[in-house]
């Protein structure tokens, strides 16, 4: 007791009432900064998402990066900020924010061009979501497309997942890139068959089918003459949607028109030719 009583607390007061004032004004300084700062980081990353969504073209997951990227690098910028209302020397923190960025960057190379690649696909868009594709030398529809990989689903419905260096960095094949497409079709008749007869027939159901532009106009010609067969070549303008039930139909169409008119589509075969020496 005596010991307390010997104990001048208003010296002790007068000495550390400014020390304590002056951190409890900087923690609250720092806590002003950084609330304020993190609701600013979330109106900001809140506008940036709805802003790129409103984009056309631009898809929504790129929105949705670009809006996580901006709240990261403020929430940055607001805890460094917040540091130094509190005292704490900055530019040390920053050097080794900097040296476990690099860190990291170098451990997830992979994933970080993937993202780069997939930021890519999104801004130019080679391709969406239901486009039919051959990318990396593999071919189906589009089902989804995130800031890692490009997922196909194939003709007999497997799923293919490509990464998106991969995709980025190949030949792409978008057989939907444009609304209208070029039906190509061969039929092969028979050397000893009427060509003019085979070729009217054919222009006959070409015109028929109000799936076939006419402009450009159809083009019905002789092309080939092969070892077994005089190639009639056709090539068709239609909608990219109707392409293959275009092919598809024609394909039927001509073969039962053939048989009903007489015309032969010929198997391959060779006529071998035996010299007898004298």
Same mark, same amino acid.
């Given at each position: 007791m005596e010991q307390l009583e010997n104990i001048d607390f208003a010296a002790l007061a007068a000495e550390y009432w400014p020390v304590?004032?002056?951190?409890a004004l900087k923690v609250f300084g720092a806590l002003v900064v950084l609330v304020i700062g993190l609701r600013i980081a979330g109106w900001l990353s809140s506008m940036v998402r709805?802003?790129?969504?409103?984009?056309?073209?631009v898809d929504e997951t790129l929105g949705a990066?670009?809006?996580s990227l901006v709240r990261w690098f403020v929430t940055a910028a607001v805890i460094i900020a917040s540091l130094q209302v509190f005292g704490v020397q900055a530019t040390s923190f920053v050097a080794v924010l900097g040296a476990l960025t690099l860190a990291?960057?170098?451990?997830?190379?992979?994933?970080l061009g993937n993202i780069a690649s997939g930021v890519m696909i999104m801004l130019f868009r080679p391709y969406k $979501?239901?486009?039919f594709v051959e990318i990396a030398d593999q071919v189906g529809t589009v089902k989804e497309i995130n800031l890692f990989q490009t997922i196909?689903?194939?003709?007999? $419905?497997?799923?293919?997942?490509?990464?998106n260096t991969e995709a980025i960095d190949g030949v792409i094949k978008n057989y939907s890139g444009y609304d209208t497409r070029r039906c190509d079709i061969v039929f092969g008749i028979d050397y000893d068959d009427d060509m003019d007869k085979a070729l009217g027939i054919i222009q006959t159901?070409?015109?028929?089918?109000?799936?076939?532009f006419r402009d450009p106009e159809p083009f019905v010609k002789v092309t080939n003459l092969g070892d077994s067969s005089v190639d009639i070549t056709c090539r068709l303008w239609c909608n990219a949607t109707d392409l293959? $039930?275009?092919?598809?139909?024609?394909?039927?169409?001509?073969?039962?028109e053939f048989d009903a008119q007489g015309i032969s589509i010929p198997y391959p075969h060779r006529t071998l030719v035996q010299k007898v020496a004298s």
């Open positions: 304590l004032l002056s951190g709805k802003q790129t969504s409103k984009r056309a073209g990066f670009f809006g990291i960057g170098l451990s997830l190379q992979g994933a $979501n239901g486009d196909l689903a194939t003709l007999d $419905n497997v799923k293919i997942i490509i990464p159901l070409v015109d028929a089918d109000e799936r076939v293959w $039930n275009l092919k598809f139909d024609l394909t039927k169409k001509v073969k039962e």
